[in-house]
C-alpha cells in the first residue's frame, strides 16, 4: 500500500528542486531579490528530504529530528519576512 505521506513528500522535494532552478537562473539574471526564494526552497526540500529519510527508517538527528523541523520553519518565515521588506 502506498504511503500518501511519503507520496507527498516527494512531490514536494521534486518541485521545489525545479523552483530552485528556476530561481537560480533568475538570480544569475542580476535579480537580486530571488536568492531569499532560492533559499526558501532549498530549506523545503531540505525538510522534505528529512521526512522521506525517517519514513525509509534512516534518522540521522533522531533526538532532534522535530526540532530541526521547527527551526527550518523559523527560518522559512524569516526568509519570506525578509524577501517582503527588501523587495518593498
Same mark, same amino acid.
Given at each position: 500500500?502506498?504511503?500518501?505521506?511519503?507520496?507527498?513528500?516527494?512531490?514536494?522535494?521534486?518541485?521545489?528542486?525545479?523552483?530552485?532552478?528556476?530561481?537560480?537562473?533568475?538570480?544569475?539574471?542580476?535579480?537580486?531579490?530571488?536568492?531569499?526564494?532560492?533559499?526558501?526552497? $532549498?530549506?523545503?526540500?531540505?525538510?522534505?528530504?528529512?521526512?522521506?529519510?525517517?519514513?525509509?527508517?534512516?534518522? @540521522?538527528? $533522531?533526538?532532534?529530528?522535530? $526540532?530541526?523541523?521547527?527551526?527550518?520553519?523559523?527560518?522559512?518565515?524569516?526568509?519570506?519576512?525578509?524577501? @517582503?521588506?527588501?523587495?518593498?
Amino acid at each position: 500500500m502506498i504511503n500518501y505521506l511519503l507520496v507527498i513528500t516527494g512531490i514536494n522535494a521534486v518541485i521545489s528542486a525545479f523552483l530552485m532552478i528556476v530561481s537560480w537562473k533568475a538570480l544569475r539574471r542580476g535579480i537580486s531579490i530571488v536568492k531569499y526564494i532560492f533559499l526558501y526552497f $532549498a530549506l523545503i526540500m531540505v525538510s522534505s528530504l528529512v521526512i522521506s529519510l525517517q519514513y525509509f527508517g534512516i534518522q @540521522i538527528f $533522531a533526538p532532534y529530528t522535530q $526540532a530541526i523541523l521547527q527551526v527550518i520553519d523559523l527560518i522559512m518565515l524569516i526568509l519570506v519576512y525578509a524577501g @517582503i521588506m527588501r523587495g518593498k
